[in-house]
């Protein structure tokens, strides 16, 4: 074989424009998230409390919606792409769910309401992947993130259930909002029970 030939390969991929390598999602540690593995805490940056479920005010028991917990990690989360990668690419489609069954609901995995001001409720079956929502580079500190999602459907032409995701004002649940994006890190939970017993109303 000639010994060009390799060395021709190498140059031919280093310079080719197609496909480029998305930046990792990355935890609080600086270590990247691994996809379908490992559990993780979804922290707002520059709170003291992480991600949780709770019941909607005059609402049904079930599904649950997710809010902001005080002095609490929250509930862990696994992130899971359709990529056959060990680790989270950003921008690319994630399912996120609930590691732990600790409600009478069955639903851990995130999902989007529709109708209305969209939500994210805890509604899906453990067994199922709703590859909804995407990862963003934040570019505020090293390691900090944006959760948006994919559109839905399309009525009329217009997209639905599109943007990014944040805390609405009026009952401090997570939502699909135009305002600022709630802007996220990821911790790594050692111990998947850890601050269970806080998080839930």
Same mark, same amino acid.
């Given at each position: 074989?000639?010994?060009?030939?390799?060395?021709?390969?190498?140059?031919?991929?280093?310079?080719?424009?197609?496909?480029?390598?998305?930046?990792?999602?990355?935890?609080?540690?600086? +270590? $990247?998230?691994?996809?379908?593995?490992?559990?993780? *805490?979804?922290?707002? %940056?520059?709170?003291?409390?992480?991600? =949780?479920?709770?019941?909607?005010?005059?609402?049904?028991?079930?599904?649950? *919606?997710?809010?902001?917990?005080?002095?609490?990690? !929250?509930? $862990?989360?696994?992130?899971?792409? $359709?990529?056959?990668?060990?680790?989270?690419? =950003?921008?690319?489609?994630?399912? #996120? /769910?609930?590691?732990?069954?600790?409600?009478?609901?069955?639903?851990?995995?995130?999902?989007?309401?529709?109708?209305?001001? =969209? %939500?994210?409720? /805890?509604?899906?079956?453990?067994?199922? %992947? *709703? %590859?909804?929502?995407?990862?963003?580079?934040? !570019?505020?500190?090293?390691?900090?993130?944006? #959760?948006?999602?994919?559109?839905?459907?399309?009525? !009329?032409?217009?997209?639905?259930?599109?943007?990014?995701?944040? #805390?609405?004002?009026?009952?401090?649940?997570?939502?699909?909002?135009?305002?600022?994006?709630?802007?996220?890190?990821? +911790?790594?939970?050692?111990?998947?029970?850890?601050?269970?017993?806080?998080?839930?109303?």
């Amino acid at each position: 074989m000639n010994p060009l030939i390799p060395f021709a390969l190498t140059i031919l991929v280093c310079l080719s424009p197609f496909p480029t390598l998305t930046a990792g999602v990355a935890d609080t540690d600086g +270590k $990247p998230v691994r996809n379908d593995g490992g559990s993780y *805490y979804i922290v707002p %940056y520059g709170s003291n409390g992480g991600l =949780s479920l709770t019941q909607r005010v005059g609402g049904s028991p079930c599904p649950l *919606y997710i809010t902001r917990t005080a002095n609490s990690f !929250g509930v $862990p989360l696994r992130l899971s792409s $359709p990529l056959r990668i060990a680790f989270l690419p =950003s921008s690319s489609p994630v399912s #996120i /769910a609930f590691i732990a069954n600790i409600t009478l609901c069955e639903g851990r995995v995130w999902q989007v309401t529709t109708g209305g001001q =969209s %939500y994210v409720t /805890a509604s899906g079956a453990p067994s199922d %992947y *709703y %590859y909804s929502f995407a990862i963003e580079v934040a !570019g505020k500190k090293k390691n900090t993130y944006k #959760i948006r999602t994919y559109c839905k459907s399309l009525e !009329g032409g217009v997209e639905k259930n599109c943007g990014d995701l944040g #805390i609405i004002k009026e009952n401090g649940l997570l939502g699909v909002t135009n305002d600022e994006p709630l802007i996220v890190q990821f +911790k790594e939970a050692s111990d998947p029970g850890e601050s269970l017993g806080k998080s839930i109303m």
